[in-house]
């Protein structure tokens, strides 16, 4: 039996990654975890350490395409859509094909599993639903990285207006934004179809995905028990109040978020002259 005082968290992508570094953070804390991946054989390291008490582990497979709703212990008040992929490739080469691919796994997928929770959080009038995003939604003028960063900020964006749909149910949504961190996740792979024109690219992309691979990165560890932290209100979240809407993860999501937010300023300021005035006077602005 799960008391009210612990959590019961469901997990995707919880195999690897900051996936199964969350998975450590919240049994550390005596919390409950279902955790999913597309293979059992996936869990195998995490089903032999004898450092989790098992008792509070669930693992299962799972396709973000036919997602199921509360199980095993009765509730989910913790929802974290973690489960993504990344590809690369020169955005005229993927094709709307290869963009799909990442758009069904980062974005069509969470919607899908967050769709199947939260009939049973509106009923209860009470869950956290976590999106792990990218700050490549805000440094995506990278070359090669269109299908990616496309991905995450129509997650960031449907995070975004979900959590002002589900306020009257008392269901908080949170968009956490990572920076770099060392795990498998940093090795994606070129895909698309090589077109003339483009060898330039491919070459880049071909040299520059290895050498981010090698650059110093977070500690997963680290940025997943700080968002344990932002949901459960201790450690270092504590006295910041309820989570936030945007949880930034890292020294350099933080950098890339403030230069886009820069550049959009700077962009609007020198060119307000010639969008302004354009039959709406500002003091009948209503939405």
């Known amino acids: 039996m799960v008391s009210s005082t612990t959590r019961v968290w469901f997990i995707t992508g919880a195999s690897a990654g900051l996936g199964l570094a969350l998975t450590r953070s919240v049994l550390a804390r005596?919390?409950?975890?279902?955790?999913?991946?597309r293979s059992l054989e996936s869990f195998e390291e995490l089903l032999e350490d004898i450092s989790i008490d098992q008792?509070?582990?669930?693992?299962?497979?799972?396709?973000?395409?036919r997602a199921r709703g509360p199980h095993t212990w009765g509730r989910i008040d913790v929802l974290v859509n973690n489960a993504g992929t990344m590809t690369y490739g020169a955005s005229e080469e993927l094709g709307a094909e290869g963009v799909m691919r990442d758009m069904q796994t980062n974005f069509v997928g969470p919607m899908n599993v967050t769709n199947a929770v939260l009939p049973?959080?509106?009923?209860r009038r009470e869950g956290t639903v976590v999106f792990v995003?990218?700050?490549s939604a805000y440094r995506n003028q990278m070359i090669g990285m269109a299908s990616y960063s496309?991905?995450?900020?129509a997650l960031h964006s449907y995070g975004?207006?979900?959590?002002?749909?589900?306020e009257p149910f008392s269901v908080r949504v949170i968009v956490t934004v990572?920076?770099?961190f060392k795990t498998n996740f940093n090795a994606p792979t070129r895909v698309g179809t090589p077109l003339e024109g483009y060898e330039g690219v491919r070459d880049f992309m071909d040299k520059a995905v290895p050498m981010y691979v090698k650059i110093p990165k977070g500690d997963p560890a680290l940025g997943m028990d700080a968002l344990v932290d932002a949901v459960r209100g201790e450690g270092r979240a504590a006295g910041h109040g309820p989570p936030p809407l945007w949880l930034f993860l890292g020294e350099d999501s933080m950098r890339d978020v403030r230069l886009r937010?820069?550049?959009?300023?700077?962009?609007?300021?020198?060119?307000?002259?010639?969008g302004s005035n354009l039959g709406l006077p500002v003091e009948r602005l209503q939405l």
């Open 150 to 153: 496309a991905s995450k900020a």
């Open 133 to 135: 995003g990218s700050r």
């Open 178 to 180: 990572p920076g770099g």
């Open 160 to 166: 975004e207006t979900l959590a002002v749909e589900l």
């Open 30 to 37: 005596g919390d409950y975890v279902i955790a999913t991946a």
């Open 120 to 123: 049973h959080m509106r009923s």
């Open 55 to 65: 008792t509070r582990l669930r693992v299962l497979t799972l396709d973000t395409t």
């Open 261 to 274: 937010s820069e550049r959009l300023q700077a962009t609007m300021d020198e060119w307000k002259d010639v």
